[in-house]
């Protein structure tokens, strides 16, 4: 089984609907990520989580939010989705033990989302 | 800020070498090196932390100049295997998260 799942792998919506992403691990990581990934910009951090009080907005946070249910679980939501974020969404882990940021991150096989 | 990745691509023959720079306008900590085959998640490479290290993955090997912001990942002796496109994650001497470049593709031909 693989350690960072997400579901779904793919939703086609239309604009306006609420959408929830969601990615579950058993790697016991403290440290949960959303990327969206477009073409020719890479990757881009929409939100992270150290732990599950820590919740924190990385560069592109505008128009998403996050919750953090339980260690293994970080959901993402689009409260009204719109085309423009239209992308492939991955989730990723990384297990810190140093307190910096210097660890492998383990992503997820990723969400392809099309806003209509 | 993202780092700068280049180039943003790059056409080898099998057997051939290649260089793909990633600079940043920050003081880093580290550089992260992933991997992104067509369709899949970004698989992890390699890490450089401060101090000028280098560290290889097969024949893929890295190094990380900190006074300069830059790192560079070296393909060697490429094989088909190694198509696919390249992200450096920088992180900053003040951040605890990652940057992503834009990524280099890289395509291997027989």
């Known amino acids: 089984d693989a350690d960072v799942t997400q579901t779904p792998r793919n939703r086609i919506t239309k604009t306006g609907k609420r959408i929830m992403l969601e990615c579950s691990q058993t790697?016991?990581?403290?440290?949960m990520y959303w990327y969206r990934q477009d073409p020719g910009l890479g990757l881009r951090l929409i939100y992270y989580s150290f732990d599950v009080k820590d919740i924190n907005k990385g560069e592109i946070s505008d128009g998403y939010s996050v919750s953090r249910q339980a260690q293994a679980k970080f959901s993402l939501s689009l409260e009204s989705a719109i085309p423009n974020q239209t992308a492939l969404y991955f989730c990723a882990t990384s297990d810190s033990t140093s307190g910096r940021e210097a660890d492998t991150q383990y992503f997820g096989p990723g969400t392809r989302l099309t806003v209509l | 800020q993202q780092p700068v990745q280049s180039p943003q691509a790059v056409i080898l023959r099998e057997g051939e070498d290649a260089v793909i720079n990633c600079s940043s306008s920050?003081?880093?900590?580290?550089v992260h090196w992933y991997r992104q085959k067509h369709g899949e998640a970004p698989v992890f490479l390699m890490i450089?932390?401060?101090?000028?290290e280098q560290k290889g993955h097969e024949k893929i090997s890295a190094s990380f100049n900190e006074k300069k912001q830059q790192s560079s990942l070296y393909l060697t002796a490429s094989q088909l295997s190694y198509s696919g496109t390249y992200f450096c994650g920088t992180e900053g001497a003040d951040d605890y998260k990652l940057s992503f470049g834009a990524g280099t593709t890289v395509t291997v031909r027989a």
């Open positions: 790697k016991g990581h403290d440290r």
């Open positions: 450089l932390l401060k101090g000028g």
């Open positions: 920050k003081a880093l900590y580290s």
